[in-house]
């Protein structure tokens, strides 16, 4: 049984930092592909970042240079260092891993960000 948690969202003003985590329990291993998605209120879900087990990463456009993903393999945890967050990052946030295929593949329950004057 594999779970994970995400930690770390909150509020903040624009400009401000955030770090987010994501730790997974259970059967995980490090080959599996970490992601960051959020969802805004009356929006579709999207990815955020991701992150190979070898470290590989992407990020979306929207975040390049102001995000960063990372993960500890020995702590099977996963982070996002979000810097100069703006009001159109706020939303949810949820951590995914594993490898996309049916009882490989899951998902935590969110961590809310809002960033707001």
């Known amino acids: 049984q594999v779970q994970l948690v995400e930690s770390g969202g909150g509020l903040v003003q624009p400009g401000g930092s955030l770090r987010l985590s994501c730790a997974a329990s259970?059967?995980?291993?490090?080959?599996?592909?970490m992601t960051w998605y959020r969802q805004a209120p009356g929006k579709q879900r999207e990815l955020v970042a991701d992150?190979?087990?070898?470290?590989?990463?992407i990020y979306a456009d929207s975040v390049k240079g102001r995000f960063t993903i990372s993960r500890d393999n020995a702590k099977n945890t996963v982070y996002l260092e979000m810097n100069s967050l703006k009001p159109e990052d706020t939303g949810v946030y949820y951590c995914?891993?594993?490898?996309?295929?049916?009882?490989?593949?899951?998902w935590g329950q969110g961590t809310q960000v809002t960033v707001s004057s």
């Open positions: 995914n891993g594993g490898l996309r295929v049916p009882g490989y593949d899951w």
């Open positions: 259970g059967s995980f291993y490090s080959t599996y592909m």
């Open positions: 992150i190979t087990g070898d470290g590989k990463t």
